[in-house]
């Protein structure tokens, strides 16, 4: 059942990326051992990682926050917009913290850590953190929103995020920071 389980949850986030250039430059690499899952379970401590970067930007401690971002980060998000390099989302991710957002919570957290060990669907090998969880912003304007978010998070041989993959509805937040 667990089997099953992690394969559709698996096959909903391989059907759901969106294909880019760079996937259809990358040839397929399937592992000639059938010994080897394409996708297994990864190690908790992705999940544990997912749930303190969530405590930290509730908090507001961006250092913290940030300390899980590689250099060559990059951030996405599903209307498009992109954030390249540690840099560019440290500044975002401060400004709106600090001048935009003045409380966030998140709770109802789902978490799934998984290892892709070869590339059929994904643009990326190794290891994933899946996030969904409930997210409420209150805004310095006064008002606030309520959404699901899903982020898909991908850490590089150094454990740190290289790649961050984000679902929400930006008219709810658009909408919570009219004036």
């Known amino acids: 059942m667990k089997k099953l389980l992690l394969f559709a949850l698996c096959f909903?986030?391989?059907?759901?990326c969106k294909?880019?250039?760079?996937?259809?430059?990358?040839?397929?690499?399937?592992s000639p051992d059938p010994k080897v899952q394409p996708v297994e379970f990864a190690?908790?401590?992705?999940?544990?990682?997912?749930?303190?970067s969530l405590?930290?930007?509730?908090?507001?401690?961006?250092?913290?926050?940030?300390a899980n971002y590689a250099d060559n980060a990059k951030y996405y998000w599903n209307s498009g917009d992109s954030l390249v390099g540690k840099p560019a989302?440290?500044?975002?991710?401060?400004n709106r913290r600090a001048n935009?957002?003045?409380?966030?919570?998140?709770?109802?957290?789902i978490w799934l850590p998984v290892k892709v060990n070869s590339l059929?669907?994904?643009k990326k090998t190794g290891n994933w953190l899946l996030g969904w969880y409930k997210t409420t912003a209150k805004y310095k304007g006064g008002k606030s929103m309520t959404q699901w978010i899903h982020t898909d998070f991908h850490f590089d041989e150094n454990d740190k995020i290289d790649e961050v993959n984000q679902?929400?509805?930006?008219?709810?937040?658009?909408?919570?920071?009219k004036k």
């Open 55 to 66: 405590q930290d930007l509730t908090k507001g401690d961006m250092d913290a926050w940030m």
């Open 120 to 122: 059929e669907n994904v």
């Open 100 to 109: 935009i957002i003045e409380t966030i919570t998140f709770e109802n957290e």
């Open 167 to 177: 679902y929400l509805d930006r008219e709810a937040i658009n909408e919570a920071i």
């Open 19 to 30: 294909k880019d250039k760079t996937m259809e430059e990358t040839p397929a690499v399937i």
């Open 12 to 16: 909903s986030f391989l059907v759901g």
């Open 89 to 94: 989302i440290d500044k975002y991710w401060r």
């Open 43 to 52: 190690d908790a401590k992705y999940t544990e990682m997912g749930k303190k």
